[in-house]
């Protein structure tokens, strides 16, 4: 009986290691296309106010 509880709780423990690897995965993902786009939003900033300034 209690090596069926092992089990069972070692199948829980890989499924929220599944569950953490893909969160961590989407959350690297969108720190990317933050970063990308925080990127792009001040060279976009960037060159509004070279050509304004002319």
Known sequence: M???????????????????????????????EMTKFRSELMNRESNFFKTTSR
């Open 2 to 32: 209690a090596d069926s509880g092992i089990k069972h709780f070692s199948v829980i423990d890989s499924e929220f290691s599944n569950i953490r690897e893909r969160f961590d995965a989407e959350m690297k993902k969108m720190e990317d």
